[in-house]
């Protein structure tokens, strides 16, 4: 690469978009060099030539990640709904003593924060 290294590209890579999964395929097989690209983020190093079946595996061990990584993405997503949701879910379940995130005012008053999520299809289902 005549302007940039790849051990530098793969380190901006990994700094600015740290999701993308990257791999190697090169013609230098010298240890330090395989070695930087490691430290960079890469998750393989291959040798040209390279195989079909070597590079086909790179690919699929590539998008395994990426799968386990929306994977994890999805479960936080439904554990931060789940949160967001706890307040209107003991409302509806008519708990005796629900949950709900509130603010004390001067005068007796008190302002209670309701969160309604998917509100078109709630007001549908009436």
């Known amino acids: 690469m005549p302007y940039i290294g790849g051990v530098e590209l793969l ?3 990994q700094k600015k978009y740290p999701d993308v999964v990257t791999f ?3 013609g230098y097989d010298d240890f330090e060099y395989v070695k930087g690209t490691f430290m960079s983020g890469a998750i393989n190093y291959l040798i040209k030539p390279v195989t079909k079946i070597d590079f086909v595996n790179a690919i699929v061990n ?3 990640i990426i799968g386990e990584h929306e ?3 999805q479960e936080l997503l439904k554990a931060a709904s789940l949160i967001q949701d706890r307040e209107y879910s003991q409302l509806i379940d008519r708990e005796e003593e629900a949950y709900a ?3 004390s005012m001067d005068g007796g008053m008190y302002l209670i ?3 309604i999520h998917n509100y078109y299809e709630l007001v549908s289902m009436i």
């Open 101 to 103: 995130s509130g603010i």
């Open 11 to 13: 380190e901006m890579i």
């Open 62 to 64: 590539a998008l395994g």
């Open 24 to 26: 190697v395929v090169s």
């Open 113 to 115: 924060l309701v969160k």
């Open 71 to 73: 994977n994890e993405k």
